[in-house]
């Protein structure tokens, strides 16, 4: 079973999808992937496969590759930003 994690716009903040759960107002459209990313790896640990989906500027859902979920992880060095200044 492949289990999804989306990340999305939605009522003005992004906005996280996941298996029976909405989580949301992250600050960026980087911390809604990095906290899809941190499910994901829960989720492949107990055995699942898992894809991780990003709405683009289009508001189009598609595949986000591990290596770039894994570079959205936010670093300390990073400012919290203000999801008014999103593309969409």
């Known amino acids: 079973m492949t289990l999804q994690f989306a990340v999305i716009w939605y009522g003005g903040r ?3 999808l996941a298996p029976g ?3 949301d107002r992250y600050a960026s459209r980087e ?3 990095a906290a899809a990313q941190r499910l994901a790896e ?3 640990r107990q055995g699942y496969e898992v894809e991780i989906l990003a709405q683009d500027v289009g508001g189009q859902l598609s595949a ?4 770039e979920a894994e570079e959205s992880r936010p670093h300390r ?3 919290p930003q ?3 200044n ?3």
């Open 82 to 84: 203000d999801p008014a």
């Open 64 to 67: 986000v590759p591990p290596s």
């Open 14 to 16: 992004w906005t996280l």
């Open 42 to 44: 829960q989720a492949r």
């Open 21 to 23: 759960v909405r989580y």
């Open 77 to 79: 060095e990073d400012p």
């Open 86 to 88: 999103s593309p969409l």
């Open 31 to 33: 911390s809604a992937l």
